[in-house]
């Protein structure tokens, strides 16, 4: 088994230049002709979680590539997190992806990290690399998480403060820092909506999503199927899942998905 290997991609130019940290585990003759693995953190997580450090370990064991990386403002990488919006993250994921990985890819999705997925999709099918994405795992997904989320939530305070401020903090259970929202980020979801008509994946998608999760409804993921096509599309709901699904058997259920479509099962 192959170890993997740090490495850094400048992403952007001048002002907007800023480093962005991988990790990156090579395919062997083991795995010839299965497609690698791509991991896509969500909003404030970064590429040493329990869930990331799982899919690389699996990865490595069928002897598959894989790739992880932090977004900008983000775990090693560089740049502001306060500078971050959806098209930034997505400028990086797609130079990682780019830069890293080769043929057919299983791009995994957390939480924003889905939302991310979805747009890399609708970006590769209009560069003619859709072929390049063998199937979608989307953990939690939050697409248009600001937009149908978090805005129709939003206090008067939190409103104010997006407009006298440009931003709004609130204390976060994940971690002991509060979460930061700009008005950057908001305006920036809505040129990024994909539940605005069919997301043509070209590609089979695997939605595992917690019925206890207080940050994601469930009904969120329902929302998001009536936006793929009908087939090849299947959806996991798991009773007590929380948003993190990091338990041994939510990181199972989700790396047995991945092995799905590497046609490992």
Known sequence: MTEPVASKLDVGKGEELRPIAALTRIATEKGAGLPGVVWLGG?????????AEALCQ???????????????GHGASGGSFRDGTISRWLEESL???EHYTSGPQILVGSSMGGWIALRMVQELKARGQGDRVAGLVLIAP????TLELMEPELTDAQRAA????GFYEEPTPYGPDPNVFTRALF????????????????APV?????????????RHALRLL????????????????????SRDEDIARILAAVDGFAGKS
């Not at 695997?206 to 469930?218: K, L």
Request: aromatic letters at 8%.
């Open 43 to 51: 909003y404030r997580s970064d590429m040493t979680g329990s869930k």
């Open 58 to 72: 699996q990865a490595g064991s069928n002897g598959q590539a894989c790739l992880r990386f932090d977004y900008s």
């Open 95 to 97: 130079a990682a992806f």
């Open 142 to 145: 939050a697409p248009d998480f």
């Open 162 to 165: 997006l407009e006298r401020d």
């Open 187 to 202: 305006e920036d979801g809505r040129s990024n909506r994909v539940l605005d008509g069919l997301i043509d994946t070209g």
């Open 206 to 218: 695997h939605i595992i999503q917690g019925m206890a999760d207080p940050d994601v409804p469930w």
């Open 226 to 245: 009536e936006h793929l096509p009908s087939e090849n599309v299947t959806l996991t709901l798991i009773r007590d899942g929380d948003h993190r699904l």
